[in-house]
Each structure stands twice: as structure tokens, then as C-alpha cells.
């Protein structure tokens, strides 16, 4: 079966999550998407995009929440590392994978 020319391998960088403001009347509403331009190899999966009024939860958040578990996850592991008594190798890069996380939940410029 040929592959249609309009679809090609999708970019990691092209499913991370940003927060689009929507419009300047409502501070709380906003856009969370991958901001993908162009089509994906995988649409129905690949595709995001969440509209609606956040409310006081910042929409940041919500956006980092992958940033966040895998920064959670990373350091999980090197805790058990840490309690089994071997030594834990990926500090500098945890600690670097942790901060980022941050700075995109709490929509820091630099996040």
C-alpha cells in the first residue's frame, strides 16, 4: 500500500504541549495543543488540543503534566537506586529534567 506524500514520520519536538492564549477578554481561558503544523503520520493519535476555562488552575500545568511524570518517574527510580545501595549516575541530567518541568508547569519564560 503507498504511503500518501502529505504524510510523514512525526517529529518528537512536534507532540510537546503548549499553552495558547485565547484572546484578551478572559485571562482564564486558553488552548492547550502540540501546536503541530502540517499532518502527522498518526492523527487520531497523535492530535491534542484541549479548549476550555481553566479557571484557578494555571494552564501550565496541565501542559507540563508529561514533563512532569517523566521528570517523576526519573527521579523514582534513582530513589530506589539510592535505597538498593548502587549509585545513581544521572544526577546532573535528573536534576536538569526536574527543573524544566518546573519552569513549563509554573509557565516560566525559559519553560
Known amino acids: ?12 519536538e ?5 499553552v495558547v492564549r485565547e484572546g484578551q477578554i478572559d485571562p482564564n481561558q486558553f488552548t492547550i495543543e502540540n501546536g503541530v503544523n502540517g499532518h ?6 497523535e492530535y491534542v488540543s484541549i ?3 481553566f479557571g ?3 494552564p501550565q500545568i496541565f501542559c507540563a503534566a508529561p514533563d512532569l511524570l517523566n521528570a517523576l518517574q526519573r527521579l523514582h527510580h534513582n ?6 545501595g548502587k549509585p545513581v549516575r544521572d ?3 535528573t536534576e536538569a ?12 519564560p525559559n519553560g
Not at 3 to 11: M, N
Not at 40 to 45: P, S
Not at 79 to 84: G, K, M, R, S
Not at 99 to 107: D, F, Q, S, V
Open 40 to 45: 502527522l503520520e498518526d492523527f487520531d493519535r
Open 1 to 12: 500500500m503507498a504511503t500518501s506524500p502529505l504524510i510523514r514520520a512525526t517529529k518528537p
Open 97 to 108: 529534567e526536574v527543573n524544566a518541568a518546573i519552569l513549563k508547569a509554573t509557565g516560566a
Open 79 to 84: 530513589f530506589n537506586l539510592l535505597l538498593a
Open 51 to 53: 479548549s476550555g476555562y
Open 91 to 93: 544526577v546532573a541530567e
Open 14 to 18: 512536534a507532540l510537546e504541549l503548549h
Open 56 to 58: 484557578t488552575f494555571n
